[in-house]
């Protein structure tokens, strides 16, 4: 099995940063594509940014220019840098990685616990 371990959440003011880390550890062959991903309350889970092993990388518009998506393969871990940050921004962000477990299994895609980011003052 694999798991996703999401931290640096928290409450900040408008205009502040944040940054978060998930690592992902147990089985794992590959990672091929890792993300952030966000819901508010009341709304349907929605993409935030995303970062191939290449280092290929797409974001929703709502957060370019604003927040970096980076990896270390290495370390299976994926960060996301979050500046001036809006009360928009406000949700649960969810890390997930598509998982290449061993040679000849599917990938399959796996899911962090959650972490909350709320920007209020």
């Known amino acids: 099995q694999v798991q996703l371990v999401e931290s640096g959440g928290g409450l900040v003011q408008p205009g502040g940063s944040l940054r978060l880390s998930c690592a992902a550890s147990?089985?794992?062959?590959?990672?091929?594509?890792m993300g952030w991903y966000r819901q508010a309350p009341g709304k349907q889970r929605e993409l935030v940014a995303t970062?191939?092993?290449?280092?290929?990388?797409n974001y929703a518009d709502s957060v370019k220019g604003r927040f970096t998506i980076s990896r270390d393969n290495a370390k299976n871990t994926v960060y996301l840098q979050m500046n001036s940050l809006e009360p928009e921004d406000t949700a649960v962000y969810y890390c997930?990685?598509?998982?290449?477990?061993?040679?000849?299994?599917?990938?399959?895609?796996?899911w962090g616990q959650g972490t909350q980011v709320t920007v209020s003052s």
């Open positions: 970062i191939t092993s290449g280092g290929s990388t």
């Open positions: 147990g089985t794992i062959f590959s990672i091929v594509t």
């Open positions: 997930n990685a598509n998982v290449l477990m061993r040679l000849g299994l599917p990938r399959r895609d796996y």
